[in-house]
């Protein structure tokens, strides 16, 4: 995995070289090359004397000068090869050498007789050459000096042998070369140097662009792994990590060996290059789903991976379901509560006459309890979307149980066998009376919905649980169960199984089982349904 790397800046340039600068290693092979074409040309020169000395016009005037000269020269190269090591001083060592170019130059010119000899042609290689070197510095001053030191060892000539004036014309021709080549060679350089600058620049400008990309990446709540052709891992974000081990730590990331079962569905995606039987987008186990990107229009060149946490996802929508729910009560509690109001009130008013039968008053009873339930129930539900903590309290649950079962049967008009009781353990709870009111009335309704509706077809029972200092309480019904295809939505909000229910009973009753410290949940069994509560003991 590649780290972030330290800000750069687009603009910041390399620089030219100077005296208090450090010019790149590309300048110090340039003027390496540049000293050893100096070199070969005094050796050349050597050798065609000794070879062809009678021939040749070198040396005509004065050859021991031509010969020392040439030595010299070569000599001159041999100390710049040292003094190029120190990598020091740059612009001084080049205008030493072009300035020994010239110096020796022009007394090869003079030992051969002068500009008849064809040796001051040597001086448009060295100056091209100090040219693009020097990116174009000092390259029309090198010129000027040449220029001048071929007048001057012409005009020498002409006063000291009497040579004729006339090969002033021939002399200024060569400066005038001097001067194009000097010009040309500074164009190119400044052309070569401003190509050098924008690739730099361009350099710059990729690399702050693939930080930027990088942060982009780390940033993002999905994970994303960027793999080439071989399955070999590019780059890849913390959320990938955190969601899949195998891709932590090493410098080499090869999905083949760290993740077998993602590395199997990439091979795959990448042989259906016409993407009919590899399918984009596939889950990984159970709570993974990755989604492949092509980085280039053939797949074979790898892939930007996505994968998604499904749980993540799931928990999103059911907060979704939530701000939904919130609003929902919100606008009904206030249409909920005067009826229930009214009815209540009616139900007062009916049990305060006189003459009333038992069996009214019970009926006004049950009445005046159900309208308190459900008042209850509108405000429970807008304390949960507030996220007021529930009261608990300690009490005996088998007893509470009983009365429950009683109290369930009676608004039901259920014999009271139908629902039994299965006390293992006589146990003591923490938990808010009425919220454990509220679920266990919604899951023995839903029970009593699905159930047969004989002796025993409900039953409660109550043991240690297997976990903890805590009790287990199971709804058990022997009806037909819940369908596979349903059992993974049970708690979602506003999902339900049943035509006239609302979707929120069985969400409601696990958010109050949250709120007070215990856990809902649903057991699969072969037959019937079971719900289990896990609640602190007391």
């Known amino acids: 995995m590649e780290s972030a790397a330290t800000p750069i800046r687009s603009g910041q340039y390399i620089r030219d070289p100077d005296p208090a600068g450090k010019p790149p290693d590309a300048y110090w092979r340039s003027l390496l090359l540049f000293n050893g074409y100096r070199i070969a040309a005094a050796l050349l020169l050597l050798l065609a004397v000794a ?26 190269a041999l100390v710049m090869f040292a003094i190029i090591r120190t990598r020091e001083h740059f612009t001084w060592q080049l205008a030493i050498q072009v300035g020994g170019d010239i110096g020796f130059v022009v007394l090869l010119m003079y030992a051969s007789g002068g500009l008849s000899s064809g040796l001051g042609l040597l001086l448009l290689t060295s100056l091209a050459a100090a040219g693009l070197v020097a990116r174009g510095q000092l390259t029309l001053f090198f010129a000027a000096i040449a220029s001048i030191g071929v007048l001057l060892e012409h005009t020498y000539e002409v006063l000291r042998f009497s040579e004729s004036g006339a090969q002033y014309a021939q002399a200024g021709l060569l400066s005038v070369a001097y001067f194009a080549i000097a010009w040309l060679a500074h164009t190119l ?44 891992v590019r780059q890849v974000n913390t959320a990938a990590e955190r969601m899949i081990d195998g891709l932590r730590g090493g410098s080499v990331i090869n999905l083949k060996d760290r993740v077998p079962a993602l590395y199997a569905r990439f091979e795959t995606w990448l042989r259906d290059q016409q993407g009919r039987e590899a399918p984009d987008a596939f889950e990984i186990g159970a709570n993974l789903r990755a989604r492949l990107v092509p980085v280039a229009p053939r797949r074979g060149a790898g892939a930007v991976i996505f994968l998604e946490d499904l749980a993540r996802i799931q928990a999103e929508a ?10 929902l009560t919100a606008n009904i509690a206030h249409e909920i509560r005067n009826p229930l109001g009214a009815i209540s009130h009616a139900a007062e008013l009916l049990q305060e006459e006189a003459g009333v039968s038992a069996g009214a008053q019970r009926l006004t009873t049950i009445i005046r309890d159900n309208t308190r339930r459900l008042d209850r129930m509108v405000h429970d539900v807008q304390t949960l979307n507030r996220g007021e903590r529930a009261k608990r309290e300690r009490f005996q649950l088998t007893s509470y149980l009983r009365a429950f079962i009683e109290q369930f049967a009676a608004t039901e008009r259920l014999a009271t066998n139908v629902i039994e009781l299965h006390p293992v ?52 019904d022997d009806g037909a169960g819940v369908p596979p295809e349903s059992r993974g939505n049970l708690f979602e ?12 009973g069985l969400y409601l009753a696990r958010e109050i089982c949250e709120a007070n410290g215990a856990v809902l949940e649903f057991v699969e069994t072969t037959d019937g349904a079971r719900f289990s509560m896990i609640c602190a003991a007391g």
């Open 189 to 232: 350089a400044k052309r070569s140097l401003a190509s050098e600058r924008l690739a730099a620049q361009r350099e710059i400008d990729l690399a702050n662009l693939a930080q930027v990309n990088q942060l982009v990446i780390q940033d993002m709540e999905h994970g994303v792994i960027v793999a080439d052709g071989d399955g070999v």
């Open 51 to 76: 070879f062809w000395g009678g021939t040749l016009q070198f040396g005509s005037r004065d050859m021991r000068l031509f010969l020392a000269g040439a030595a010299g020269y070569a000599v001159f």
């Open 318 to 327: 059911r907060q979704m379901k939530l701000a939904a729910l919130g609003r």
């Open 493 to 504: 909000p506003f999902f339900t199984t049943s035509p006239g229910g609302t979707g929120l």
């Open 425 to 476: 353990i006589d146990a003591y709870v923490l938990f808010d009376r009425d919220h454990l009111n509220q679920v266990l009335w919604n899951l023995c309704h839903n029970a009593l919905r699905h159930s047969r509706r004989r002796p025993g077809s409900i039953r409660l029972e109550v043991a240690r649980a297997a976990r903890g200092h805590a009790v287990r309480l199971d709804v058990i």
